[in-house]
């Protein structure tokens, strides 16, 4: 059996990202304040903008799994959304069952303006590291080869 190395906090990568993904998951909830957005419902909205400027109206399960949100939490966000003005729900003519979503114009407008409200608290947040270095570690950590 091999021994565990035990690691000060300051030494082990997992208690540093955990600080790392609290500081940084404060900066983009205060950045997304003022424009009415929470992070899940900012992600929802903005790739439901993108699917739809790409000629596709997602499902709310197609929309999870591009989002990579928990189907529940997305459907809870989609109704916030909803209320807001800044999506739409219509019923799908191929099944009657599922509801295809499209962003309104308000959400049209809002989805860029929060996307770069978001890009600079990225640039902001990972300027100490190297873009292609962040890119290349965050890579790795979210989809490990197997």
């Not at 009415?36 to 739809?52: E, I």
């Not at 596709?56 to 197609?62: F, G, V």
């Not at 799994?65 to 997305?74: E, H, L, Y």
């Not at 003005?85 to 499209?102: H, M, S």
């Amino acid at each position: 059996m091999e021994k565990l190395m035990v690691l000060r906090p300051g030494e082990s990568p997992g208690f540093l990202l955990w600080h790392a993904t609290l500081r940084w998951q404060r900066a983009i909830a205060a950045a997304l304040a003022p424009l009415g957005l929470t992070h899940v419902q900012f992600v929802l909205l903005a790739c439901m903008w993108w699917l739809n400027t790409h000629e596709e109206q997602p499902n709310q399960l197609a929309l999870a799994r591009q989002a990579g949100t928990d189907v529940k939490m997305t459907s809870q966000a989609l109704r916030a959304l909803e209320k807001k003005g800044l999506i739409e729900r219509e019923v799908d003519p191929a099944d009657t069952r599922a509801k295809r979503l499209r962003v309104t114009a308000a959400g049209a407008e809002l989805a860029p303006r929060a996307i770069a409200v978001v890009e600079q608290v990225d640039a902001d947040f990972f300027q100490p590291v190297a873009v292609d270095d962040a890119i290349t570690l965050l890579t790795h950590l979210a989809h490990p080869e197997p």
